[in-house]
């Protein structure tokens, strides 16, 4: 059995680092606000300072690593979306430097959540098993047959970008009708906004709705969105924060009972329901995990899901399949990253 | 390097066997109509007897079997949808009884495809890729990280229910809009029927467009249809024999310029550019190839099919995917089987 193992996980919002035992539980960790602007050299400077202060001078079996997308893999230079600062950044190659010695391994961030939540997590004892993340994108990653599914180039799992409706919105990807152009939290806060929505609208007003719920946002990535003004008088008082028009507060909305919040709750569950429809039918899954800002809505969302997953999944095999909230909150890309050490009989494949 | 193993294909409209070469080379062959009619024994005897005049007495190393689904899996009871004579007949068990002592395995016909495509034909040197047949339905196989993809049940690679129109026609499977619904001949012919199309009709009469292509047809199930009339005159000479309704002739009749028939292609084509799309971003995919009577209508259907995949498949990664005709012909089916047990360290993971 190794020793603890390092964990990092870069994210546009926060970089998160810990030491994680042999068992998979963290012992130690901190986290920090991803440095804002685009310095290269800041960025990492943050990421070696949060190391020290987290690890110090421990010894560690190995690194394993959950970054932003897109990647070189396995190489590891990273150029996250979310971090305009790190373009071709060298990140796996920094840290085996800095680790020499170890094995230093990178895999997508959402990869990194569902290996956790199949091996710590909700989809623990399936063989078969695709794990979802519905925030600011909508990202996944695969186990079939007991191991990590890699792909061709590290990118399998983007269940965010099967076509749930081929004449549906134009998707960041460039293509269109993905389920990530209708379901990431902006997306559908877009849609809401479009057919009238008030953030925060509903009830007594928006301020004790917008704080953010903190420790529920796995991916911590849901984009803060426009803000709009949540009052309801013609002045808005100046304690009242402006309710965000982001997923989370869509989220939120709906369950304080806003008709739009939970049409765009149904209209999200429904191209879930689809691209878990689809999925299941083409890998024979055991079982889905859904974790992300948007699943907090919980059965408002769910619900809508489960009622096209099962119209469209009729075929014995199809319908044993289970969806299930993720239930490793905000340890999991963590958990994740470490697992690509401490469980590489399952989650790493690559030769090094 | 074991000896020479039997390999079974077993279709609603004929059964085949052979000895295939540790090498993967057919060395005897033979193959009857399946027989009509629905006695489980008379199949039985059908198939033992083919066996014997294949096989005779030589030894073989282990016994390879695709056959057409559902079937419990791996144990090999066998409930073909073109078969109704068998239900939970226990294929695999009776083959075991027949060889002692060997390996008998089984899998899905479609997955034997996509096996064989993988081993000895188009996707060779791949390690990521999806094989599919469009015929009487739209089937398919997953090979990912160099290994045959099962499942929870064995079902993996059933491309036919990727849902390409939410809203799109019923399908067999008790869903709706799936590629099967869409692409599938008998759906696609019935749909040009719809819209007006006379099967043979276009050019010169249909006689001589009525013959099906032989060895050309991989899958060797197309269903004959409805055979309409064909000639132009008001009443068809004795010798014009009336021309299918199936997707063979829709594909022989677009070949022609037949404008319904070109737009059933384009319709096809786009169905399968869609679930092609959605497959690539799920899985990463190196390679995609197409087999099945429909795929003979060649750049008809595979422009229609790049085009809609080019325009959903935009992320760098999924660019990267080909789609190639399959390449085996009417031996993949066997050669697939074969490799369940000639090439089972990529093939054949269940414990027995």
């Given at each position: 059995m190794p020793g603890p193992v390092l964990a990092v996980d870069i994210g546009g919002t926060k970089f998160a680092v810990a030491v994680v035992g042999p068992d998979g539980v963290v012992r130690t960790a901190g986290r920090i606000a991803?440095?804002?602007?685009?310095d290269a050299r800041i960025l990492w400077k943050t990421l070696d300072e949060l190391i020290t202060s987290v690890a110090g001078d421990s010894p560690v079996a190995g690194v394993g690593i959950g970054c932003g997308g897109?990647?070189?893999?396995?190489?590891?230079s990273v150029s996250p979306l979310?971090?305009?600062?790190?373009?071709?950044?060298?990140l796996r190659e920094r840290l085996a430097r800095r680790f020499p010695g170890v094995p230093v391994r990178i895999h997508n961030d959402a990869v990194c959540l569902a290996a956790a939540e199949h091996w710590r997590g909700?989809?623990?004892?399936?063989a078969n098993m695709l794990g979802m993340v519905v925030s600011t994108g909508v990202g996944g990653g695969l186990i079939l047959g007991g191991r990590l599914i890699d792909g061709g180039s590290g990118n399998?799992?983007?269940?965010?970008?099967?076509?749930?409706?081929?004449?549906g919105p134009p998707c960041g990807?460039?293509?269109?009708?993905c389920l990530e152009a209708i379901a990431r939290g902006p997306g559908l806060a877009a849609w809401a906004v479009e057919q009238g929505w008030v953030p925060?609208?509903?009830?007594?007003?928006g301020a004790e709705r917008s704080g953010r719920a903190e420790g529920?946002?796995?991916?911590?990535?849901d984009a803060p969105g426009?803000?709009?003004?949540?009052?309801?008088?013609?002045v808005a008082p100046a304690y009242v924060e402006a309710a965000p028009a982001n997923g989370r507060q869509l989220a939120l909305d709906a369950a304080a009972g806003d008709p739009i919040a939970l049409s765009a709750m149904h209209r999200a569950g429904r191209a879930l329901g689809l691209a878990i429809a689809s999925a299941t039918h083409l890998c024979d899954l055991d079982v889905v995990t859904v974790g992300g800002g948007?699943?907090?809505a919980g059965p408002l969302l769910f619900d809508p899901l489960e009622e096209t997953l099962r119209a469209h999944a009729r075929m014995d095999f199809a319908r044993r399949v289970r969806v299930v909230p993720a239930s490793l909150g905000q340890e999991a890309g963590l958990v994740g990253a470490a697992a690509l050490i401490l469980a590489a009989d399952h989650y790493w494949s690559p030769r090094e």
């Open positions: 991803t440095p804002p602007g685009g897109p990647m070189s893999w396995p190489e590891g979310n971090m305009p600062g790190w373009r071709d950044f060298p909700a989809g623990r004892g399936s399998a799992g983007h269940i965010g970008h099967i076509i749930v409706d081929p004449d990807c460039g293509g269109r009708g925060g609208g509903v009830g007594s007003g529920a946002d796995e991916a911590g990535d426009s803000g709009a003004f949540a009052g309801t008088s013609g948007l699943s907090q």
